[in-house]
């Protein structure tokens, strides 16, 4: 990404704010009951509205300001900072609950429909704006290498990433283990002048690993289509189409999970948006195209696996009428000698051919004459 993406954002030296004061508890008067505590949540939410323990669910997070990451270790110290203009704050978060996600939807502000979708999941890919933050959903996926599946396994596992996005904070929630965001974040550490630009630029890096993932799945079904149009059309000619409707069927779910991102993105190098700087379009345009790309390559091989398992079933077709060839033709001379023998086989007492001398070989030379023509026009008809 070029430097010139977004202004640069005014250095500033952080000043932490003053600690608040403890709240302190009542105390019970001579006599009265003892008070009897509530039943404590798993996380203690301060007044702000975070944990005073980070969840497990944060597998990662990091105030930047200038770009670079800042050395502190307090998230509520880190969000303040960041919502006073003072750079932004980046979290990662996996598999979160209900109550991991409700202190950072008050300090945030978040709309509760987008926090139902990031704690239960959704399975298409959609982008919305609730005030000034936006809500980007992406479906992601991970081709299975046929070593490590069986063969009735899916080829291909789907899972999702949500993004919120303001103008002081992102923060991404993932579902299931694909498209790791671990290697995004250590690249755009090592380069300050991509996160200079804000949680825009998080939001570029996030769809931009998306839509390659994309890219490297097209990649491993290609071989994969190419392997099956080879045993089809082999001079064999592979009987077995399990193999080809399985790659279908798991493209076609391919298909399902990469389609609607393209709405999204055309929204995203369009429109303008409150947290989306419009100089960010025309990398959001990039983006689009290759995900154009690899939609169509995943069309063009759904079109080609329909032509393979069409071919398949006529072959198979052909080779069942071959096989009925074969057996109607090894029949047609089996008869011979059972007709034969059933005409001398019926006992009568006026056959003159019982009572000659080479009546018998002469009628194993018929039969054999007659079964040996029938052979050579079978098989000169390709019928053998």
Not at 74 to 80: F, G, H, I, S, W
Not at 100 to 117: C, Q, S, V
Request: glycine fraction near 6%.
């Amino acid at each position: 990404m070029a430097p010139s993406l977004f202004p640069p954002r005014r250095p500033s030296t952080p000043t932490p704010p003053a600690p608040a004061p403890a709240p302190s508890l009542p105390t019970p008067g001579p006599g009265a009951p003892p008070r009897t505590l509530p039943e404590r949540p798993r996380h203690d939410w301060t007044a702000e509205g975070f944990p005073t323990e980070i969840p497990d669910s944060v597998v990662n997070w990091g105030w930047y300001v200038d770009g670079i990451r800042q050395d502190c270790a307090d998230l509520q110290e880190a969000t303040a900072h960041a919502l006073a203009n003072e750079g932004f704050v980046w979290l990662g978060l996996r598999d979160p609950d209900d109550e991991d996600m409700a202190g950072l939807a008050r300090r945030f502000n978040l709309h509760p429909l987008a926090i139902e979708d990031a704690v239960e999941g959704h399975t298409r890919s959609k982008l919305e704006q609730f005030g000034r933050t936006l809500f980007l959903v992406v479906s992601t996926v991970a081709y299975v290498p046929r070593r490590e599946r069986p063969e009735t396994s899916e080829i291909v596992t789907t899972g999702q990433i949500m993004v919120f996005v303001g103008t002081a904070f992102v923060m991404t929630v993932r579902r299931g283990s694909q498209t790791s965001l671990k290697r995004l974040r250590k690249s755009m550490e090592k380069h300050p002048g991509r996160l200079v630009h804000g949680p825009a630029s998080v939001l570029y890096g996030v769809l931009d690993t998306v839509v390659d993932d994309y890219q490297q799945v097209v990649n491993d079904f290609e071989e994969d289509v190419d392997e099956v149009e080879a045993a089809v059309f082999s001079p064999e000619g592979a009987r077995d189409i399990e193999q080809v409707y399985q790659i279908k069927r798991e493209l076609i779910e391919f298909k399902r999970g990469v389609a609607p991102l393209g709405a999204p993105l055309h929204a995203l190098a369009t429109r303008t948006f409150k947290a989306i700087p419009p100089e960010a379009q025309a990398y959001f345009r990039e983006v689009a195209d290759h995900h154009t790309e690899a939609r169509e390559a995943i069309q063009s091989y759904d079109e080609v696996l329909s032509t393979i398992l069409a071919a398949s079933l006529n072959r198979l077709s052909v080779s069942e009428n071959e096989d009925m060839r074969k057996i109607s033709a090894f029949v047609a001379i089996a008869a011979v000698p059972t007709l034969i023998a059933g005409i001398y086989g019926m006992n009568f007492d006026h056959m003159p051919e019982l009572h000659t001398q080479y009546g018998y070989f002469v009628v194993l030379g018929i039969i054999l004459s007659l079964m040996t023509t029938l052979f050579l026009l079978f098989r000169r008809n390709n019928w053998l």
